[in-house]
């Protein structure tokens, strides 16, 4: 069993709509989670930073981590046909070197 | 992702050839990171290095992989006699002295190595 499972999709929505991503993981002791927005040949973009559970809101953009199901979500309200790009989820317990990443949700939305 | 600059972007080598990666980390950053993404999978840890110090290597192959962050000058991530297998993109991450939990990691845009 992966430590971070993802839907790789691919998703399409229409413009304007809300877009939810989600990955679960295993390991009970991760307690930073991260959303990373990769272009196509580009790097990782750091989009949310949250440690432990909760919400955190920036601007279109929500992050939910929910421990007790092992489940965390990134929402995008009023998607943008520039919001096309594959987002990935990360996550590490404290004191690790490493981050853990999902396989990454490829996004496209439609004008 | 300008502020860790990675070279080259592209690099194409020859099976047997030797392949070295350069990383320079963003300003004020003494932590690097490496990892490789392969096609349809998520990054992997490769190493986390300090200044003139190897701090984790858990994620490295044993055999022909080897990175370097010396005082002066990039990180490099050095890959011996490559095989097609290697192919794949390879991101160096950086991160300030307070370390990954004040500051999360910020990502170069890669080099994309090509094993012919």
């Known amino acids: 069993q992966k430590e971070v499972e993802q839907d790789p999709g691919p998703l399409s929505v229409p413009e304007g709509a809300i877009v939810s991503l989600n990955c679960t993981y295993s390991n009970s002791a991760f307690q930073y989670f991260m959303w990373y927005r990769q272009y196509s040949r580009k790097g990782p973009e750091l989009l949310m930073y949250t440690y432990s559970s909760g919400n955190k809101e920036d601007g279109r953009f929500t992050a939910q981590v929910d421990k007790s199901s092992k489940y965390i979500s990134l929402f995008i309200r009023d998607s943008q046909p520039s919001d096309s790009a594959t987002y990935l989820c990360a996550m590490s317990p404290p004191g690790a070197n490493n981050l853990f990443f999902g396989t990454g949700t490829r996004l496209t939305v439609i004008p | 992702n300008a502020g860790v600059m990675q070279n080259p972007r592209h690099l194409v080598r020859r099976r047997g050839q030797e392949a070295r990666l350069r990383c320079s980390p963003m300003k004020g950053h003494s932590h690097v990171y490496w990892y490789r993404q392969l096609p349809e999978e998520g990054l992997k840890f490769m190493v986390y290095?300090?200044?003139?110090?190897?701090?984790?290597e858990s994620g490295m192959p044993k055999e022909r992989f080897s990175a370097e962050f010396p005082k002066e000058g990039p990180s490099i991530l050095r890959i011996q006699q490559v095989v097609r297998g290697d192919s794949a993109a390879y991101f160096c991450a950086s991160s300030p002295p307070g370390g990954k939990r004040d500051s999360p990691l910020h990502f170069g845009n890669g080099t994309r190595l090509t094993v012919t």
């Open positions: 290095l300090q200044k003139e110090n190897i701090i984790d």
